[in-house]
């Protein structure tokens, strides 16, 4: 059993930085791709960002790319996602995934092709 662990979150205003860190345990970490996800109120729980278990490729969704940075330290059991040029509509809560074991049924996009969850950690961005 694989527990992910979020940190790093708070408010912030517009324009500041944030870096989230995930801590895993009960696995292989580097064995695992890893991801990150937010939800905002009233919305569906979407893709961020994604690093594959080698550090060879990562992944962005557009409205993120530029400004934010997925990173790990398989050392460390950690996977960072450094948020650089924060707006007010990044407000959400930031969920830390790991094993994208599903890709292939669902694209790794999706929620459901993501095994193992965190419970979450609450950026909150004023204008």
């Known amino acids: 059993q694989v527990q992910l662990v979020e940190s790093g979150g708070g408010l912030v205003q517009a324009g500041g930085s944030l870096r989230l860190s995930c801590a895993a345990s009960?696995?292989?970490?580097?064995?695992?791709?890893m991801g990150w996800f937010r939800q905002a109120p009233g919305k569906e729980r979407e893709f961020v960002a994604a690093?594959?278990?080698?550090?060879?490729?990562?992944y962005y969704a557009d409205s993120v790319k530029g400004r934010f940075t997925i990173s790990r330290d398989n050392a460390k059991n950690t996977v960072y996602l450094q948020m650089n040029s924060l707006k007010p509509e990044n407000t959400a809560l930031y969920y830390c995934?790991?094993?994208?074991?599903?890709?292939?049924?669902?694209?790794?996009?999706?929620?459901?092709?993501?095994?193992?969850w965190g419970q979450g950690t609450q950026v909150t961005v004023s204008s």
């Open positions: 690093i594959s278990r080698r550090n060879g490729s990562r």
């Open positions: 995934a790991a094993d994208s074991k599903y890709c292939s049924d669902y694209g790794c996009y999706a929620r459901r092709a993501w095994r193992y």
């Open positions: 009960g696995g292989t970490f580097s064995s695992y791709d």
